[in-house]
């Protein structure tokens, strides 16, 4: 008898719990101690970066493919919903969402323009025309479990779907994270991302499992705004997500940011000196007399219309300068490659077609010219991973580096002068 109760307890309780996680980052990451460790160290890295490296203001756009993993037609979302979550990606990370008008004006300076673009693919990984998006159908009736693992959806043989190459594309994986539970199917998380990670410099066992798992997880009913299915209700407890921030959320993650309150207490923070301590997510509320912790010198409330905060998708409206910083510097950083990737007609997100700067030969035996129409303030390369493999200021129109120690195959060049920044993908043979 007594297991019994015990067991009718629980339920409910872990029902209840479902229910206000928007997002499964922080118990993936409290389960693998050192991925939480790996990742909060590049993360901490990027911090310091920000400190000492002039920030770029270039639109910086990204990739996309989005895998949907069905198993019912329910399940297999229809490309509007599809078109129309990139189209809140690019309108909340420009800042072109016309609830910007609700950010409280003790916030209001804070908030910022990201200048980072989604697009879907054009091109495959074979170089084959693509829509960017792919659909699978399989035997799973869900892609979580009690192990809480949400890798499976990434591998056809887990039933899901192989990623496109990581460091070229944001992969997108929208499935059933749903649970059943006596009878009533409740989402275990709504989302999940890794974090970035130095995966060629960390030890075995601080990356995830395969490093082709990079990328966002998303479930099917809460993907893309005005979702028809995007109503949840269980347990006596009823939240809707129908604007498509839940994808918003991740793909900060994705690109380096923490939840603002630290996942901890008031002694806790997400590291980003503009979004003031908490010491609780918000449960789904737009609760805006909400203070938790003391700010000094001056006692901010709880940062709420933050994508970054659990608070209710109504009320979230905003990234700040901080998050901005952050995210731009991974991307031009330790995810690098991604932004040389093809948006649309072929050309590269960032080198511009009627740019200045020359780079010449491409490909090179080792000995690149570059060549300005005004000096050239900073040259920085990169390895495919994004680790920095030299760093120059000539204060020079032209100048030539020297690359034949540097291992043969695709490297990065960012250049820059007080007119423009541009990145070029250069070979090395």
């Known amino acids: 008898m007594k297991k019994f109760l015990f067991t009718a307890f629980f339920i409910p309780v872990f029902v209840f719990s479902q229910t206000q996680q928007k997002c499964g980052n922080s118990q993936y990451l409290n389960k693998n101690k050192n991925l939480k460790t790996a990742s909060e160290q590049t993360i901490n890295d990027i911090y310091e970066t920000i400190k000492t490296k002039t920030q770029s203001d270039t639109i910086l756009k990204i990739p996309v493919v989005v895998h949907v993993v069905y198993e019912n037609t329910q399940e297999n979302i229809n490309d509007s919903l599809i078109l129309n979550q990139i189209e809140v990606l690019n309108r909340d990370y420009r800042r072109q969402n016309p609830d910007t008008i609700n950010t409280r004006s003790v916030f209001d300076s804070l908030a910022v323009d990201t200048k980072i673009e989604f697009c879907l693919a054009t091109t495959d990984p074979f170089g084959q025309p693509t829509s960017g998006i792919t659909r699978t159908q399989t035997t799973e009736t869900s892609f979580i479990d009690l192990s809480f693992n949400l890798d499976k959806v990434k591998s056809s043989t ?44 960390w030890p075995p066992g601080s990356t995830p499992t395969n490093q082709m798992f990079d990328g966002v997880v998303v479930h099917y009913e809460v993907f893309g705004e005005n979702n028809p299915l995007s109503t949840l209700s269980f347990s006596g407890i009823t939240i809707t997500a129908n604007k498509g921030r839940i994808c918003v959320h991740e793909v900060g993650h994705y690109l380096g940011l923490r939840h603002i309150w630290g996942d901890g207490d008031c002694s806790q923070d997400d590291g980003i000196l503009d979004t003031p301590k908490s010491d609780s997510q918000s449960d789904f509320q737009c609760d805006f007399t909400k203070n938790s912790c003391l700010d000094l010198p001056f006692d901010f409330p709880d940062m709420i219309e933050n994508y970054m905060d659990y608070s209710s998708e109504d009320c979230q409206n905003s990234f700040t300068k901080g998050q901005k910083n952050i995210m731009r510097t991974s991307l031009e950083t330790i995810r690098l490659p991604l932004i040389s990737g093809s948006c649309s007609g072929g050309a590269t997100n960032i080198e511009k077609e009627n740019s200045f700067i020359k780079v010449y030969p491409n490909p090179s035996k080792g000995l690149i010219n570059i060549n300005s129409d005004i000096k050239i303030e900073e040259i920085e390369g990169f390895s495919i991973e994004g680790k920095k493999l030299f760093y120059y200021k000539p204060n020079t129109k032209n100048t030539n580096i020297n690359c034949k120690k540097i291992t043969k195959g695709i490297i990065f060049i960012k250049i820059k002068n007080k007119k423009e920044t541009i990145l070029v993908k250069q070979i090395i043979k």
Do not use: E, R
């Not at 887990?158 to 070229?168: E, F, I, L, M």
């Open 158 to 201: 887990t039933g899901g779907k192989d990623a496109w190459p990581v460091d070229k594309y944001l992969n997108i994986w929208v499935c059933d994270l749903s649970i059943n539970i006596l009878g009533t199917n409740a989402p275990f998380v709504l989302g999940f991302a890794y974090p970035p990670v130095g995966a060629p410099n």
